[in-house]
């Protein structure tokens, strides 16, 4: 399924409307699919919803943040190791 052809019969629905045409619905604007899918991630009067969506985005930041910080932790430990190698060379 393309979502250009099916986006706008989602908007419609989403503004209480039906989409009733033999033809295909015109492709919809990247503004109108953004807003289809805020108000799917971010719905009225469904806390435990924004929870759950406020909990994955600050695990998906830290998962970036764990992976930028892996390098410098090897840097760290081979050049501890490495200071250790010459300390015992002496």
Avoid: C, Y
């Avoid at 969506?53 to 764990?66: D, E, R, S």
């Amino acid at each position: 399924h393309r979502i250009g052809i099916h986006a706008p019969a989602t908007l419609a629905r989403a503004q209480g409307r039906r989409w009733m045409s033999s033809t295909p619905p015109p492709a919809a604007t990247a503004k109108q699919i953004i807003t289809v899918l805020l108000r799917s991630l971010w719905p009225e009067g469904k806390t435990n919803l924004k929870v759950r969506v406020l909990v994955a985005i600050g695990l998906l930041v830290g998962a970036k943040l764990v992976n930028i910080q892996v390098p410098f932790f090897f840097k760290n430990i081979v050049d501890t190791m490495t200071d250790l190698g010459k300390d015992i060379s002496k």
